[in-house]
């Protein structure tokens, strides 16, 4: 009995034993099943879709460059990504039509995973951002893969026969910094040794569409259109446009080209990947691309006949570099620091060159500024002493006018005289106040005019400073002779005026104006003097006034005894021919007239005499 009881507590024993190992048994298996769940690597859709057994799906994101607009760039790129997505198991290629601006910000931001542009953005591209080329388009047209270039159009009817013709003119193209249309052109002009600044001076940018384009030069907004090739055939062939209404200058397209072409040719499209994919997705559409077959409607639909391995940029690069442009290359300023960091000691000789050339050229501007300064100072004494030989001169004048002067202010006092007799004699006799007006306003003329003479006689007497203002020179000269009537009267002197064209006024200075009429004026008169007297003519002084539009000529002429001096001794300063004069009149005259920008001139009078020639400008 108690071996039974002793199993069975044993049996117990064991059975309790069994059943807790069993229990931590389950409970570690359901530990380590959690913790493979919480594995942060694989996502719970990834766990789901292991779980189901389903494939993941792979998403490109394509940016291509839309030249006609995004519909069209939908109808020709849109087959392609078809085919990429059926050759490519569990894909989706999402189309994204661009602008040259915005595919160039998708690349920066790195919102696009593949990019399919033109030879030159993609160059472009490829010197800024990590790109890697997969393929590139092959044509139906020439070799099949050169086939970028731009075409110069004008109207049929235009007058335009060469790429020359065009310089200057109304022009349109899609941008500044598009390939395919304005950058070839301009190499091409540039090739001709035409300024391509001059060329280009007045062109537009309108941007894609490149169809817009045609549409201003069909309806008369430019003279000629800069587009890539093939577009107006293109147009043509989709009935947008006449045939026969628009022409390419300068053909140069090579034989087996079906459209016409301007400039050279460059490479093909491009596909190229980004950095967001990796790379072998980037072979597996590689592989895709090159496997299309040229007949397919993608192919068809690209204007294209496939795909080929990516070829050469660089003739792309070489019209960057022609054009200055290229993303790589450095500024002026980069490239100088360059230089000078491999060359220090080259530099620093240049570097002192200039140093001693600077401080030589300054010390010449301080040597030149000095004497430039010294020569006005100079030149204002001289002014300062030609002015007070003047106002000698107009003195001297005035005291060879004595008579003449006296004569003058005489006759008004006289006449003053008169008239006041005679009122006072009337108002002795008890005329009344109405008999005498007449009387007195002849004295207020008088008065008046003894007041012009003296005002005269100050003007030309005073020191001034040389100013201009509005000058009629046929009153002046009326002026001046009332100023000699008394003297040319006791000399047995006779003036006589003319005027030919119409008189008009000019800026001149007024004084120094009538000094030069009294100096040729007596000097003639004293020339009819020194003539012989057994000579028996009148002594004539003739005066005449020619206006033109730009020009008046003024012309005194005498029958005085004539100039038999040399044009050299009438250029030396104090020459004279009386025996007491002192050679300032002539002197004085001619720096008056060449003040006003005019000549003064003495030739001999035919057949005897002296002419006296002062040209004045009217403007």
Same mark, same amino acid.
């Given at each position: 009995?108690?071996? !039974?009881?002793?199993? %069975?507590?044993?049996?117990?024993?064991?059975?309790?034993?069994?059943?807790?190992?069993?229990?931590?048994?389950?409970?570690?298996?359901?530990?380590?099943?959690?913790?493979?769940?919480?594995?942060?690597?694989?996502?719970?859709?990834? +766990?789901?879709?292991?779980?189901?057994?389903?494939?993941?799906?792979?998403?490109?994101?394509?940016?291509?460059?839309?030249?006609?607009?995004?519909?069209?760039?939908?109808?020709?790129?849109?087959?392609?990504?078809?085919?990429?997505?059926?050759?490519?198991?569990?894909?989706?290629?999402?189309?994204?039509?661009?602008?040259? %601006?915005?595919?160039? #910000?998708?690349?920066?931001?790195?919102?696009?995973?593949? &990019?399919?542009?033109?030879?030159?953005? #993609?160059?472009?591209?490829?010197?800024?951002?990590?790109?890697?080329?997969?393929?590139?388009?092959?044509?139906?047209?020439?070799?099949?893969?050169?086939?970028?270039?731009? @075409?110069?159009?004008?109207?049929?009817?235009?007058?335009?026969?060469?790429?020359?013709?065009?310089?200057?003119?109304?022009?349109?193209?899609?941008?500044?910094?598009?390939?395919?249309?304005?950058?070839?052109?301009?190499?091409?002009?540039?090739?001709?040794?035409?300024?391509?600044?001059?060329?280009?001076?007045?062109?537009?940018?309108?941007?894609?569409?490149?169809?817009?384009?045609?549409?201003?030069?069909?309806?008369?907004?430019?003279?000629?259109?800069?587009?890539?090739?093939?577009?107006?055939?293109?147009?043509?062939?989709?009935?947008? *446009?006449?045939?026969? &209404?628009?022409?390419?200058?300068?053909?140069?397209?090579?034989?087996?080209?079906?459209?016409?072409?301007?400039?050279?040719?460059?490479?093909?499209?491009?596909?190229?990947?980004?950095?967001?994919?990796?790379?072998?997705?980037?072979?597996?559409?590689?592989?895709?691309?090159?496997?299309?077959?040229?007949?397919?409607?993608?192919?068809?639909?690209? $204007?294209?006949?496939?795909?080929?391995?990516?070829?050469?940029?660089?003739?792309?690069?070489?019209? $960057?570099?022609? +054009?200055?442009?290229?993303?790589?290359? =450095?500024?002026?300023?980069?490239?100088?620091?360059?230089?000078?960091?491999?060359?220090?000691?080259?530099?620093?000789?240049?570097?002192?060159?200039?140093?001693?050339?600077?401080?030589?050229?300054?010390?010449?501007?301080?040597?030149?500024? =000095?004497?430039?300064?010294?020569?006005? %100072?100079?030149?204002?004494?001289?002014?300062?002493?030609?002015?007070?030989?003047?106002?000698?001169?107009?003195?001297? *004048?005035?005291?060879?006018?004595?008579?003449?002067?006296?004569?003058?202010?005489?006759?008004?006092?006289?006449?003053?005289?008169?008239?006041?007799?005679?009122?006072? +004699?009337?108002?002795?006799?008890? @005329?009344?106040?109405?008999? *005498?007006?007449?009387?007195?306003?002849?004295?207020?003329?008088?008065?008046?005019?003894?007041?012009?003479?003296?005002?005269?006689?100050?003007?030309?007497?005073?020191?001034?400073?040389?100013?201009?203002?509005?000058?009629?020179?046929?009153?002046?000269?009326?002026?001046?002779?009332?100023?000699?009537?008394?003297?040319?009267?006791?000399?047995?002197?006779? &003036?006589?005026?003319?005027?030919?064209?119409? @008189? !008009?006024?000019?800026? @001149?200075?007024?004084?120094?104006?009538?000094?030069?009429?009294?100096?040729? +004026?007596?000097? %003639?008169?004293?020339?009819?003097?020194?003539?012989?007297?057994?000579?028996?003519?009148?002594?004539?002084?003739?005066?005449?006034?020619? $206006?033109?539009?730009?020009?008046? *000529?003024?012309?005194?002429?005498?029958?005085?005894?004539?100039?038999?001096?040399?044009?050299?001794?009438?250029?030396?300063?104090?020459?004279?021919?009386?025996?007491?004069?002192?050679?300032?009149?002539?002197?004085?005259?001619?720096?008056?007239?060449?003040?006003?920008?005019?000549?003064?001139?003495?030739?001999?009078?035919?057949?005897?005499?002296?002419?006296?020639?002062?040209?004045?400008?009217?403007?």
């Amino acid at each position: 009995m108690a071996n !039974v009881l002793i199993k %069975a507590v044993i049996g117990t024993l064991l059975l309790m034993m069994t059943q807790v190992h069993a229990s931590n048994a389950t409970d570690t298996t359901s530990s380590n099943s959690r913790n493979s769940n919480a594995d942060p690597f694989i996502d719970d859709r990834t +766990l789901e879709r292991i779980a189901d057994n389903k494939p993941t799906m792979i998403t490109v994101d394509v940016g291509v460059l839309a030249t006609r607009g995004i519909f069209e760039a939908k109808q020709r790129w849109q087959p392609t990504l078809l085919w990429l997505q059926s050759q490519i198991p569990n894909s989706e290629f999402r189309l994204h039509p661009f602008t040259l %601006a915005e595919m160039e #910000a998708a690349v920066e931001q790195q919102s696009v995973d593949v &990019v399919v542009t033109n030879p030159g953005q #993609a160059v472009r591209l490829g010197r800024q951002y990590p790109l890697s080329w997969l393929a590139t388009l092959n044509s139906k047209l020439g070799d099949g893969t050169h086939v970028i270039g731009s @075409a110069l159009v004008v109207r049929a009817d235009s007058h335009y026969q060469h790429l020359v013709d065009v310089s200057g003119d109304k022009i349109a193209a899609v941008a500044s910094n598009a390939f395919g249309g304005y950058l070839t052109m301009q190499l091409t002009v540039q090739n001709l040794g035409i300024n391509p600044t001059a060329f280009f001076s007045d062109v537009s940018f309108l941007g894609f569409p490149v169809d817009a384009i045609i549409y201003q030069l069909r309806d008369g907004y430019v003279d000629a259109a800069v587009v890539p090739v093939c577009q107006l055939e293109s147009m043509l062939e989709e009935g947008l *446009i006449q045939k026969g &209404v628009f022409r390419v200058l300068d053909d140069i397209s090579p034989d087996n080209f079906a459209c016409a072409l301007s400039t050279q040719l460059y490479p093909n499209w491009s596909i190229a990947k980004t950095s967001a994919i990796s790379a072998s997705l980037a072979k597996k559409i590689t592989r895709a691309l090159l496997a299309l077959p040229s007949d397919h409607a993608a192919s068809i639909a690209a $204007y294209s006949s496939g795909w080929t391995p990516p070829i050469s940029q660089l003739s792309v690069d070489q019209l $960057y570099r022609d +054009l200055d442009m290229h993303p790589l290359q =450095r500024p002026w300023w980069q490239e100088a620091a360059v230089w000078i960091k491999k060359n220090q000691q080259w530099a620093w000789v240049v570097f002192l060159f200039v140093l001693v050339l600077s401080i030589y050229h300054l010390i010449l501007e301080y040597r030149f500024s =000095r004497s430039e300064r010294k020569l006005k %100072a100079t030149l204002n004494r001289l002014k300062e002493k030609n002015a007070m030989l003047e106002h000698a001169q107009r003195v001297a *004048i005035v005291g060879e006018l004595g008579s003449s002067l006296a004569h003058e202010i005489n006759q008004p006092l006289a006449a003053i005289l008169n008239y006041s007799q005679g009122g006072l +004699l009337r108002i002795n006799k008890g @005329a009344d106040a109405s008999a *005498i007006t007449p009387a007195l306003e002849k004295i207020q003329q008088q008065v008046k005019r003894a007041d012009g003479i003296v005002q005269r006689l100050r003007t030309l007497i005073n020191k001034r400073a040389v100013a201009k203002s509005r000058c009629d020179v046929q009153a002046l000269l009326s002026d001046t002779l009332e100023l000699l009537e008394y003297d040319f009267q006791q000399k047995n002197i006779t &003036v006589s005026q003319s005027c030919v064209g119409n @008189a !008009v006024d000019l800026d @001149a200075d007024i004084v120094g104006l009538q000094q030069v009429l009294l100096n040729v +004026l007596n000097n %003639a008169a004293d020339a009819c003097l020194m003539r012989d007297p057994a000579v028996l003519i009148n002594n004539k002084i003739s005066i005449e006034s020619h $206006y033109s539009d730009d020009r008046l *000529i003024l012309t005194v002429t005498d029958n005085g005894i004539g100039l038999t001096a040399s044009s050299a001794e009438l250029q030396n300063a104090f020459f004279t021919t009386k025996k007491e004069g002192l050679g300032l009149g002539l002197a004085i005259c001619r720096d008056v007239v060449e003040a006003h920008h005019g000549q003064f001139s003495l030739v001999a009078a035919d057949p005897i005499g002296c002419r006296v020639s002062i040209q004045l400008p009217l403007q």
